[in-house]
């Protein structure tokens, strides 16, 4: 087991009609789910295409990520990554998991940081 494990799960690419409802049947199917939340546009409520999913066990996050990424949910491969660890502001670390994963650029390719990330960076404390 990785020693930084954790039981929250960040699922992004998810298609903007997915509930809360349809992740809890789908990952509950792996092991208990302590809660789900998709994150929303705060203002028209839309869904921003990425969700957090908090297992009450390592072990079932773990299986989940390992059995459960890119699959089909509403006819959009999911994609599926631990999510941050540490306790702080959650919006922050949403910001940053959401970034993470829409980077552009090859694997191991440097990538400039823009003012937003750079701003974020100065803010969270993340480097």
């Known amino acids: 087991?990785?020693?930084?494990?954790?039981?929250s799960l960040y699922v992004g690419d998810l298609?903007?009609?997915?509930?809360?409802?349809l992740l809890f049947e789908l990952f509950n199917a792996v092991g208990p789910v302590a809660s789900i939340r998709v994150?929303?546009?705060?203002?028209?409520r839309r869904s921003l295409g990425y969700a957090y999913v908090n297992f009450h066990s390592?072990?079932?996050a773990e299986r989940a990520l390992e059995t459960m990424n890119y699959t089909l949910i509403k006819n959009k491969p999911c994609r599926i990554?631990?999510?941050p660890a540490r306790i702080g502001d959650a919006a922050a670390d949403a910001r940053v998991a959401h970034r993470q994963s829409t980077q552009l650029g090859s694997p191991g390719?440097?990538?400039?940081?823009?003012?937003a990330d750079a701003a974020l960076t100065a803010r969270t404390g993340d480097d």
């Open 1 to 7: 087991m990785n020693a930084y494990a954790t039981a």
């Open 15 to 21: 298609h903007s009609e997915v509930t809360e409802a």
């Open 39 to 44: 994150c929303r546009d705060s203002v028209s």
């Open 58 to 60: 390592v072990v079932d």
């Open 81 to 83: 990554m631990c999510a």
């Open 109 to 115: 390719e440097p990538s400039t940081p823009s003012r």
